[in-house]
């Protein structure tokens, strides 16, 4: 089973580019983010011709993510249980839940597409939200693997967080920018303490995944590695390739982001066990 995750960065702008890709590159079951349209708005029709059926939870014209399957997707789950909001507050004081996960269950493995959020700038609100929204995702995470341990687990997509100093170009501003802080970096280092691995990084250690639209940044190469699959100790046993499609940046009207790729070994008849969280 072929798995990746994409920052599509408007999916009736790119649909073209999404479609076109997920056929030559043979892959069963794509995680998508930032869709920025309304599930009314969602092109379905270019994706169920080309033989894909969509999952995607989007509010307005930012966010949103979603899955497209060639296979069958169970167990349907929009946002986590603990996901912080964002914003004015609502009528009863809550704040507004925004279209940043969702998650399924492909062939007995469950997968989430993610879009954390990207924090703007140190001290701003959406910095503590980001930190927050993390923290939560982590807390639910590691209550769902004590109780489903043999499950492989996978949360795939845009974190939004350079791990290590190598993942943005050289010149990068350390002390002033969000994405490499140490709160951040603490932040993605829980689901590290939990259980979950990088699965890509150990096949294709060096590259970029996100490089800004301005100031010639994917010409010049000054990238950041922000995407990112997360997976539990059984879904990295599955783990048989990976690969960062690099090509994908190119061309005419491409996302910021390039598509990240597992190679899956997974067996047809193992789908009896739990399956949600």
Not at 159 to 173: F, K, R
Request: hydrophobic letters at 40%; one cysteine or more.
């Amino acid at each position: 089973m072929r798995v990746a995750t994409w920052n599509v960065n408007s999916i009736r702008t790119r649909v073209g580019r999404v479609v076109d890709w997920l056929v030559r590159a043979d892959i069963d079951v794509l995680a998508m983010q930032e869709l920025k349209c309304k599930e009314n708005q969602f092109p379905f029709e270019a994706f169920e011709a080309a033989g894909y059926e969509v999952q995607m939870h989007g509010l307005n014209q930012w966010n949103g993510v979603g899955f497209a399957s060639r296979l069958p997707m169970e167990e349907v789950t929009v946002g986590f249980p603990s996901a912080p909001g964002f914003g004015k507050p609502e009528q009863d004081g809550a704040l507004p839940l925004e279209a940043r996960s969702m998650g399924v269950t492909v062939d007995g493995v469950r997968l989430w597409s993610l879009y954390v959020p990207n924090g703007r700038a140190l001290g701003d609100p959406h910095y503590t939200y980001k930190l927050e929204w993390l923290a939560k995702l982590a807390s639910d995470t590691k209550a769902w693997m004590t109780q489903h341990p043999s499950t492989p687990l996978a949360l795939m997509g845009d974190w939004n967080i350079a791990p290590l100093d190598t993942d943005v170009w050289p010149s990068w501003d350390f002390a002033n920018n969000t994405h490499t802080s140490a709160p951040e970096r603490a932040a993605l280092a829980e689901f590290q303490a939990i259980g979950l691995t990088d699965v890509v990084r150990p096949l294709v250690p060096e590259g970029y995944t996100f490089w800004d639209y301005q100031q010639l940044r994917f010409p010049r190469n000054e990238g950041m590695r922000i995407d990112f699959i997360l997976g539990s100790k059984d879904f990295a046993d599955l783990v048989t390739g990976a690969e960062i499609v690099r090509e994908e940046r190119k061309g005419d009207g491409p996302s910021d982001h390039v598509p990240v790729v597992v190679d899956l070994d997974v067996a047809a008849d193992d789908d009896d066990r739990p399956m949600i969280f």
